[in-house]
């Protein structure tokens, strides 16, 4: 992958055409859309086609398929690259040989942010983009007129980015790479410090440390976790560093001594709860949300805290987050053939898996099977999170069927393949290890019956097996 060099100043003007190298990713091709949405040309590439190609060209953008030094164009005036890429990418070496700026896609973000008098940076190891859409969503529905960048399309909204009011942003903030820290927010929410991305960090301690210094950074607040332990140790260090300058500190949880509580939370049903509010004391809000899982119980909370802070009314709050309808490759429905449900969901870490494989089993019928689908995400996570990603699947679901590594910006590691996570099973009868798709579809198409539920898990390219899971599993149907 390329390494950015995030202390570089960021250019007062960008002139001329911006290029997106590697635009079909969720951020980036976001971004390019905001860029579209200033009045910029746009001009991109990518390996292979994907709707958000689709959508971006609907919009005006020229993308084309294939990295080339020629799609570089004479007119471009930045080059905005994803750290997906390697160093030897013709695009950005035709950039640096030109002389044209090229931009991490983080930074070409916060050139668009600079200057915002209320930027929102949620952050966290899990469940950002489900937060961002939350407080999006609200503002939206509270007629506030949000710039948004997000992981993920905002399904009521059908888009991951929007240019609105200039003052006002909320973005979802990176903390692989550590670029996160390039962002000069005025209120910061972090949802978790889950240990990850630690081929980048190195340690937890370097990994806490980073949130520690994005945290102190923002300008006005800080919202944070009261249930993770991760969180716990940023907030202490925020607390020790404290000298009456820094941003002020609300958390939120099911912990009694949460400044935001959610408590009564029932998923036998629509995701249902009450909040307790600081400023209403002794009366609670009923919540009722469209997306299931308690964790996004958890999330509402987090997300109600950051619109308190920007002034949304209490109620206005509360129906602003009951509208939210959730996000693209989150719990996402693709189909149902044969009486059998087909999911998607984007968890790649442990502790995301046990939250969507949870949130799947809250609405499965009485004697019905989950059957997933890993695939597991960088040979460094594999290595290191083998066994925990084992215990999550044998503990929630009925089937688990893994594929092979999906190795995004990482060269292969000899021995790291899928077979370490089957491996690692108590009960091998439970796994299947088939880095073949149309043997893994198969074979998921064998086990499953009329009423199980299906899930894809993997912010890969997972998604794409889809389309053979339903042909087999219609053809075991006949």
Known sequence: MIKPDLSLPLPETIDGTVHFAGVGGSGMSGIAKLFLDAGHRVTGSDRSESRAIEALRAAGAGIRIGHDAANVGADVGALVYTGALWPDNPEYLEAVRRGIPALHRSQALAWLTRGARALVAVAGAHGKTTSAGMIVTALVEAGRNPSFVNGGVIRSLGTAAALGDPDLWVIEADESDGSFLLYDAAIALVTNVDPDHLDHYGSRQAFDAAFVDFAAKASDRVVVSADDPGAARVRAALGAAEDGSGPRVATFGESTDADVRVAGIRTDGPVSAVLHDPDLPGSPLPLRLRVPGRHNAINAAGAYAVLRALEVGHDEAVAGLEAFEGTERRFELHETVGGVRVYDDYAHHPTEVAAALAQARSVLPDGARLIAVHQPHLYS???????????????????????????AREDPEPGVTGALVADRFADPSRV????????????????????????????????????QLVASIRAAAR
């Not at 503990?395 to 893994?402: P, S």
């Not at 893994?440 to 997972?462: E, F, I, K």
Request: aromatic residues 10%; proline residues 5%; charged residues 25%.
């Open 432 to 467: 299947d290890y088939l880095p073949d798709w149309q043997q893994a579809a198969d074979r998921v198409a064998q086990l499953a019956r009329p009423g199980d539920l299906v899930m894809t898990l993997s912010c890969g390219d997972v998604y794409r097996i889809i389309p």
């Open 381 to 407: 996570r594999t290595r290191l999170m083998a066994g925990e990603f084992a215990e999550a699947y044998e503990r929630l679901a009925d089937h688990t069927v893994v594929l092979d590594v999906f190795g």
